[in-house]
């Protein structure tokens, strides 16, 4: 039985199948949530992102024409409200050269905290699911933008 050549058409499919796959696979950012208590009636939410030596992931405010920004949205519950925007911790300005601008970003470890205000003493932990959409970028490549879900018990 005599097996017949790969054509170069078949070839090219291949290719980008497996390229596809492998880029799907590849996540640099571990994501982590943490809450921590403040007071009888105030919390934050700890969100961390470790990320691969190397990659970086990008701010909540990004320039127009630079990467996809850094979103969360979290659920609504009856036994919260969100307290003022936001914040990053451990944000760095550096010029990436796939987007010719300098841009604020996280190397190594991204870190946000989100306040909120209970709105009574939870008698039992509930959970607050999140939706984080980032991006992540190496000196040869951007991976495609990515949204993932996480949550953190509030306790």
Request: proline share 6%; with cysteine.
């Amino acid at each position: 039985m005599k097996l017949k050549p790969f054509s170069v058409k078949t070839a090219v499919v291949l290719f980008l199948i497996l390229s596809n796959f492998l880029i799907a696979q590849q996540n640099p950012i571990t994501w982590a949530t943490f809450y921590k208590s403040v007071s009888a009636n105030e919390g934050e939410i700890l969100i961390t992102g470790t990320l691969e030596k190397g990659w970086h992931t990008y701010s909540q405010k990004v320039n127009a024409d630079g990467p996809i920004a850094t979103s969360f949205t979290f659920a609504p519950h009856a036994n919260y409200s969100l307290n003022e925007k936001t914040q990053e911790i451990g944000i760095h300005e550096e010029y990436v050269k796939a987007f010719d601008a300098k841009i604020s970003v996280f190397s190594g470890k991204a870190e946000f905290v989100q306040k909120i205000k209970l709105k009574s003493k939870p008698s039992k932990p509930f959970t607050i699911p999140v939706k984080v959409e980032y991006m992540c970028c190496n000196d040869a490549m951007c991976l495609p933008p990515k949204i993932i879900d996480l949550q953190v018990i509030i306790k």
